[in-house]
DNA sequence: ACAAACAAGTTGCAATTGCAACACAATACT
DNA sequence: AGTATTGTGTTGCAATTGCAACTTGTTTGT
C-alpha cells in the first residue's frame, strides 16, 4: 500500500507544492515528531526508518508502530490525548512533511490525483486499522499455544496454504504476542510433540490442522 | 467526535443525495454487513446499535468494535484478509449508507462541507486506531496489575486528577484488558491492600501513587 | 413487590507463564 | 578469520492467573 500509487511524478511534484511538502534531513536518533508540536500534519518517510514511541508514566518507552521506507504516520493521533508520543529517527533518515489542511481542503484546480492521493491515505489508514484489529485479536487469546495457533492461521489464510512462512523471528513473534520468548519455545516445542504443527527447515511450519 | 459536526442540515440533506446515501432498518439481529458483499462503502448507525464481530476458524464469535448511535463504520476494511467480519443489529436500528466513491471523488461543486465532512471522517478512523494504540498498549503489560495501573493511569491523565470514575464495570473491564473476571477482583483487592489505591463509593478510584 | 437476571466479591487449586540461567548456533562486524 | 552480537533452544522453579464454585449485592422487568 503506496500513498502515491497510480499518481504520476509530474501530479506529485505539483501536489507536494500544493501542500506545502517539506523534506528534512534527520540523523539516527533524531527526533521527527514529538506531542509539543501540534501541527497536523501528514510524514512520510522518504529513506531510513524510525519508531513512533510512547513514553509512559514510569518512563518507559515502548514501540507503538515501526515505520519503513515510504511509510506515513499521521501527527493528528499525536493531541489526542496527554499521551507523549514521539517519532525518533532509527537510524539517517529523510522525512517528507505534507500540511494536513492543504490535504483535506484542497486547491482550486480540483486535480484528480488529490482524490487519488486522499483515497491512498484512507486506504493506508485503515490498514492500519485491520493490523490493529487482528494483532487485539492474537493478544486477547488466553493462552500462548492460542495465541500461536491463532496466529498461524492467520498466516495460513492469507498464504491459502498449510505450509506457512513466519516474517519475523521468534524473539520478534514472542514481543508481538506480548510472551516470554523462552515460554513461546517451550509451546512450540508442546505443539510439535502433539503433532498439530511440524517445524520444517528454517522458518517454514506445518500446520495439521487448519 | 461526530462524522456531520460543522456541517448545516441543509449541506448534510444534499451531500448525502451526492453520495448516494441509502436508509436502511434493521431488525434485531439482522445482518448490516457481512465480509461476502465488496462493496466499499462507509455506514453510519443513525439509531440503534450494532457489533463490528469477527468469526474465526472455530466458529468463535469476537466483538472487535461496538457501535452506537452516531457511529461510522467502513466497509474498506472487510476486503483486506480473508477474514470473516460481519456488523450485526442489536436491537431495531436504523443505518445510513455512503458510497466510499463519492466521498472520495467529490462531485463537481467543490462544496466546502464535502472538505468538512472527509476531515470528520478521517479524525474518526485515527481516533479509532488510537484508541487500539491504547488498548494494545494495556494488552502487551505484563501482569493484571500493570494493566489496571496503565489503565487507571489514562483515566486519570484524561481527567486530570487522581480521583478517576471508571466508565465500565468491572465486567466489562475484566474482558476489556482479557483477563479472568475473578483474578481482576483479587488484583483489585491486592491494590487496595498495599494502598495503591483506594475505592470509592460506586465506581470512583483514588490513586495514591501517579 | 417479587422474581429473575446481572454484577460484585471471595477462595482453593491446578495450569500456565515468566524469569533466570544456561549452552549452542547463526550472523554481523572489523 | 576471528570476535562480538544476536537469535535459538532448554529447564527448574516460583509467581501469576484462570477456572470452578460459591455467596451476596444490585438492577430490571412485569
Known amino acids: 500500500m503506496d500513498i502515491f500509487s497510480n499518481i504520476t511524478k509530474e501530479d506529485l511534484e505539483r501536489m507536494i507544492k500544493c501542500m506545502n511538502g517539506r523534506r528534512i534531513k534527520y540523523k539516527k536518533n533524531g527526533i521527527i515528531l514529538s506531542s509539543f508540536q501540534n501541527t497536523d500534519i501528514i510524514?512520510?518517510?522518504?529513506?531510513?526508518?524510525?519508531?513512533?514511541?510512547?513514553?509512559?508514566?514510569?518512563?518507559?518507552?515502548?514501540?507503538?508502530?515501526?515505520l519503513k521506507e515510504g511509510n506515513v504516520f499521521e501527527s493528528n493521533m499525536f493531541n489526542m490525548d496527554n499521551n507523549e508520543l514521539s517519532i525518533i529517527a532509527l537510524e539517517q533518515s529523510e522525512v517528507l512533511f505534507l500540511e494536513y489542511k492543504n490535504i483535506i481542503n484542497r486547491c482550486g484546480n480540483n486535480c484528480s490525483c488529490h482524490n487519488q492521493f486522499i483515497d491512498n491515505l484512507f486506504?493506508?489508514?485503515?490498514?492500519?486499522?485491520?493490523?490493529?484489529?487482528?494483532?487485539?485479536?492474537?493478544?486477547?487469546?488466553?493462552?500462548?499455544?492460542?495465541?500461536?495457533?491463532?496466529?498461524?492461521?492467520?498466516?495460513?489464510?492469507?498464504?491459502?496454504?498449510?505450509?506457512?512462512?513466519?516474517?519475523?523471528?521468534?524473539?520478534?513473534?514472542?514481543?508481538?504476542?506480548?510472551?516470554?520468548?523462552?515460554?513461546?519455545?517451550?509451546e512450540l516445542k508442546y505443539l510439535k510433540e502433539d503433532r498439530v504443527i511440524a517445524v520444517l527447515d528454517n522458518r517454514y511450519i506445518l500446520l495439521n490442522t487448519f
Chains 1, 2 share one sequence.
Open 43 to 66: 510524514g512520510i518517510i522518504c529513506s531510513g526508518s524510525a519508531d513512533l514511541i510512547r513514553i509512559d508514566y514510569n518512563g518507559n518507552k515502548a514501540v507503538i508502530e515501526s
Open 123 to 186: 486506504k493506508i489508514v485503515i490498514s492500519k486499522l485491520n493490523n490493529n484489529y487482528k494483532r487485539i485479536h492474537l493478544l486477547t487469546q488466553k493462552t500462548i499455544r492460542e495465541k500461536l495457533l491463532e496466529y498461524f492461521k492467520f498466516l495460513a489464510n492469507q498464504e491459502n496454504s498449510k505450509r506457512i512462512r513466519l516474517p519475523m523471528n521468534y524473539t520478534a513473534l514472542a514481543e508481538y504476542l506480548s510472551v516470554d520468548r523462552s515460554a513461546l519455545m517451550r
